[in-house]
């Protein structure tokens, strides 16, 4: 039976009194879950699999702000914002990275303005040196951490997000 003929059918027997409006919801919902994917909603992912591809995407999501060294230049920058914004609503537990890895992208940033500020001080070539070693140690050490289930928040980080 088609995901269609088994709402049909639910309509008839809500609309025959056979069952209420709260019963109709649940038979509905119970159905749209469990058909197949392309039919209704999108299904949920469960349990262990939804922990599994959390700590993946959130992985992804902080090695991905290195990808501007390794790719192209600045995709280190929107990599993490792009994989926050299109799955932090199928992956709830990601929200938390997405929004650390933020916070230390635009904390990263204000630095770097900063320390080439201060290269005319001649202080400003160590600042520059230490904050690439951040920038690369920082998204190892969180993608390592993610893949434990562990959420890790950036040291030196504003909180804008």
């Known amino acids: 039976m088609s995901v ?30 469990e058909s197949p994917a392309g039919y209704g909603e999108s299904p949920t992912i469960a349990g262990d699999e939804l922990e599994r591809a959390t700590r993946q995407w959130a992985m992804l999501l902080h090695l991905s702000a290195l990808a501007g060294i390794v790719l192209v230049p600045g995709a280190g920058l929107v990599g993490p914002i792009l994989i926050w914004q299109i799955k932090k609503d199928q992956l709830p537990g990601l929200d938390i990275h997405g929004r650390n890895a933020t916070n ?14 201060c290269v005319l001080a001649g202080i400003g070539v160590l600042m520059l040196l230490a904050l690439a070693a951040c920038g690369i140690a920082f998204p190892i050490i969180a993608a390592v951490k993610a893949s434990t289930g562990e959420v890790w928040k950036y040291p030196l980080t504003i909180e804008f997000v």
């Open 4 to 33: 269609s003929d088994e709402l049909e059918k639910l309509q008839q027997l809500r609309d025959s009194g056979a069952i209420d409006d709260a019963e109709y919801a649940a038979a509905k919902a119970k159905v749209l879950n």
């Open 104 to 117: 230390w992208i635009i904390s990263f940033l204000i630095y770097c303005v900063i320390s080439g500020i």
